[in-house]
């Protein structure tokens, strides 16, 4: 061969492996990508179980506990991706949720000094609770009906 031979194919050597390693790197990014919506819908799946747990019962009189919001501040950017069934579903849940942590904190920095009768915060909460619970399970089914749908 002669030497102008070799230096084409090695030219099309290195371009068709720098080729090869541009879609290698694509593909591995959509899966990243991919994995971390599967991780925040399980983040925010999981979240959604622990608020409805809180919201199960009634609550005990001075046993009132705010609902989570960590994994929906960590990933709600990342919901745009989801349906828009889902996402309505999410930013409803998480209002009604905002309005049952404003009950509490209406209820710790008011609840002693105003006279609104014995377990009035109490009864509030717990309105406020079951309609967000109805919000909630419905971000539920939403997510769980995404994830097997991914599987």
Known sequence: MIWWQYLIISLASIAVGYWLSKLGAKAERVAAE??????????????????????EKDPEPGLLLPLAKDMWNIHKGKTFKLSLEIQESLNQAYSSIDNVNAVLGSMNAYGGRQNYGPGAWDRRYGDEAKKARVHMEKARDCLEEWLKEQK
Do not use: I, P
Request: proline residues 0%.
């Open 34 to 55: 991919r994995r971390q919506l599967r991780d925040a819908v399980e983040g925010l799946l999981t979240e959604m179980y622990a608020n409805l747990k809180l919201t």
